[in-house]
């Protein structure tokens, strides 16, 4: 008797009738039962999203040959996965350990399910916050143009070498060149801290004082070339008033950082993020 | 040519393997296409709930016969209705206007589909504010038992009447007869003014303010003979700090308790809130 | 004997050692006693602001007589009201509501401390919910240079007639010339319908569909010539999916809109609002 | 030339007329100048609370001498602090490392002035977390009497040899005599994993699930013989849904521990909290 796999089965095709009644009738074909399902028509793009939980004693194999023919006559982007499989997840940062502190405390909890088989930086500030999760730790000066090639190439080289699945950017403060966002495309996140489309470049905590804005937030987006503009995951923000200076904004608002970097990483690992042009799915 | 129709289906049956299928399948079977659809398996009942948004041109009877041989095999609840029809609604006042306020201007500004035959209440107070939105106004006064026993009848009357598929009640003073309660089953909806659990009895705000909490909210709820306790629906919460005494408590509540119950009415005209033993499934 | 009055006075100057010693002693002299006492001291502008509650029997002159050594002394701004006392304001709108709806429905529930001699608009669509409410409304059509100018002149005309304090724009669709901007300078307050500094321009919740963000919000601010860039004095926020459309985010965005304008409107009757440089001081 | 100190000052008393002026008065004679200023007059008991940020050159015996003809009059409790100074405390934990870590996390990113001499716990799974941050970690098994009464003498002989201001039940499953309640009145505090006034007793995250809340949280109060009725300090909560099952609400709710915890340290670090009866009062 094989046990029971829970397996999590996204899809993305062009919208068109019938997709749910083929969808569910190769899930029967493979004994499967539907535990989980979220769909989404798109009237921008015609696009039709599909994230579905299926508990199944199928092989792989069986489940995916009974899938095959829908996913060919729709012509589906489809992927088939281990509910809690962990994500092979490769973190840069810089010199503040918010959000990686966060990352790595969830991992251990449980509550983040990451494979980390590397933590590259720019400074060693935070080697010994690594250590202490026993992660191994990188850093190499980024303070030249030879040196940013370099970095960004060890970048690709651990991606390669590790099937790496995502890159997280925790408050890594440089900025990617055009030719590592196409080769990450979809699979790199940064956290930006500002409420986007709020203030952008630099000091945006400092923009906000002067604006005397009445709540601060942080955005999680897709990494493109096109700086602080790539797809929106998620955003939060808090309240906060005239006695704060610009230094308290910062450290308030790396709280809602590391939360929301945190909420987009666990989203990506389950598969619950999907690309529908410039905006997002996020079957929650 | 027929004209589309864009149909909501609710399902609940115990749960089983192949029900998303054969719902599909029949969906299928009359031109429909899925739009819209949520489900969920309760691990706690073992029931399975649906809710279907779908497109289709196919009449009424044409639907329901494709549905009726996958409703019979898995004996399910199913209600089949259509996208933004007015809900038939009586709704129960006492004094404070808040609440009907909030129902009567969402009603007018388009974003709540309800047809209110009829407001009742035990004052005459809120008549003009009825009367500035075209809704009949019945006032009785319930002061004895008889009294009460008359005005429950008269409501029961309206809802045989106008076929009532909702009663709303309010911030109605009076506490429901258990005959009330058990023939409203599963249709009359009640705002609580606390965070239930929380505070109950009489004016929770002046118990809120004696126990120095932080946050206070309200709870829209189904009415049920055990006061207080029927499954909940919706809450919400806001922050109020050392310096609000019991009355500011009450003005800074009642935000709460409008928009938790135009909320919860909301939800149930769109068919979103099922019921699994006492708790809700919502599918926003 | 006479009765104890509630005063509220509100300070502002450069600040400096030994303010709130002169100022409480004066309130001593007046046998006044502070009931609520808050200031804050600007690094950025070197501006004292103080804003007091004070239980007192002496007369206004009394009071004044007290205060006006220190005020001179210190150079200050200074304001003396009454607790609770009706903010003399006109209020324009266009053809939306629900700004107006509440701010009315308020005043009548006497959350809101309002004196109300006219409503304007450059549309007759809301005479009705005005007239509800009993407040005069006049309608002028604004689609030529000539009628905006007059428009205006009619705005200033009623400002001068019944010594108004506030012009709310509650959703008037028009741009104010800097000529009225500048003669209204501190004492009229916009709502705008998007998380300044957000997305500007016409139609900001098409943006935000666009750009799939996760939090849609409404921030209401000072008016001033710079078109959305006056000092802020309130924001909400509230999370939005993927699932909705622009009409959508437009619905869900007036509750927003609404909540936040009455909240900026209520600081600005209780002079809980005091200007510091392009950044607004609220005293909550 | 003697340096500029940041004095933190609260006062405590039966509410007068006059109190502002003569301690102000004070102020101005120990040549300091009013940087913050909040006060409260409490309706319910009739006491006056005050929290004053005072910048002096002057040093602790000449403040001292120049407020205690104020405090003698009106018979306050009074404290004079330093801005920033670390507050001795020491932290209870059992198995649960949330609200250790965050503790830990935001002492040593600077966010919580805390001087921790030692982590005390009932079981030793946490020492590695206290190791990383180089904390003293002791762990003594309580699972009878007189391990219980071994383990709360040894928490009063902490306190004593390290003159301990806060003692923080950071998730520390054991139920306090009343004796060592009695002990630490008003300095300790304690995290509930429940919304207060909500689910009481084991497992109100499984409460909350079979209820069907729509909202769960997280309560800080100070610790009192009489078990979660201690004076609220703070409270937080978080939407949930339906879909999550018992061990997720637990998840979720830690967060909610967590931030709400840290939240009150750090308040109760800066003098924030001010106890009025049963009530606390929090000057943000």
């Given at each position: 008797?094989?046990?029971?796999?829970?397996?999590?089965?996204?899809?993305?095709?062009?919208?068109?009738?019938?997709?749910?009644?083929?969808?569910?009738?190769?899930?029967?074909?493979?004994d499967g039962n539907i535990t989980e399902s979220q769909q989404f028509s798109s009237a921008d793009t015609g696009?039709?999203?599909?994230?579905l939980q299926v508990e199944s004693a199928a092989s792989r194999s069986t489940f995916e040959a009974a899938l095959a023919p829908v996913?060919?006559?729709?012509?589906?982007?489809?992927?088939?996965?281990i509910v809690g499989r962990p994500l092979r997840t490769l973190v840069l940062v810089s010199k503040a350990g918010h959000c990686l502190n966060d990352l790595l405390y969830r991992e251990r909890a449980g509550q983040l399910a990451m494979d980390l088989p590397l933590v590259m930086?720019?400074?060693?500030?935070?080697?010994?916050?690594?250590?202490?999760?026993?992660?191994?730790?990188?850093?190499?000066?980024?303070?030249?143009?030879g040196q940013k090639l370099a970095f960004e190439?060890?970048?690709?080289?651990?991606?390669?070498?590790?099937?790496?699945?995502?890159?997280?950017?925790?408050?890594?403060?440089?900025?990617?060149?055009p030719e590592l966002c196409a080769a990450l495309n979809g699979r790199a996140i940064n956290i930006h801290h500002s409420f986007?489309?709020?203030?952008?470049?630099a000091n945006p905590y400092k923009q906000a004082h002067a604006r005397g804005v009445k709540l601060i937030g942080a955005t999680a987006h897709f990494v493109t070339s096109d700086l602080d503009e790539?797809?929106?995951?998620?955003?939060?923000?808090?309240?906060?008033?005239?006695s704060r200076d610009a230094s308290e904004l910062v450290a308030i608002g790396q709280d809602e950082e590391?939360?929301?970097l945190t909420q987009a990483v666990k989203w990506f690992a389950e598969h619950r993020v999907l690309l529908d042009g410039a905006r997002t799915i996020i079957f929650r």
């Open positions: 008797m094989t046990a029971t796999t829970h397996w999590i089965l996204t899809l993305v095709c062009d919208d068109k009738p019938g997709i749910v009644k083929a969808v569910s009738g190769a899930i029967v074909e493979a696009r039709f999203f599909m994230r996913t060919d006559r729709y012509r589906m982007i489809s992927q088939l996965d930086s720019n400074h060693s500030d935070l080697g010994s916050l690594a250590a202490f999760y026993d992660v191994p730790f990188e850093a190499h000066p980024v303070t030249s143009p190439q060890r970048v690709l080289e651990v991606v390669e070498e590790h099937d790496i699945e995502l890159v997280v950017l925790a408050r890594y403060m440089q900025i990617l060149s986007l489309p709020g203030f952008k470049g790539g797809p929106i995951i998620e955003q939060n923000v808090v309240r906060v008033d005239h590391s939360r929301t």
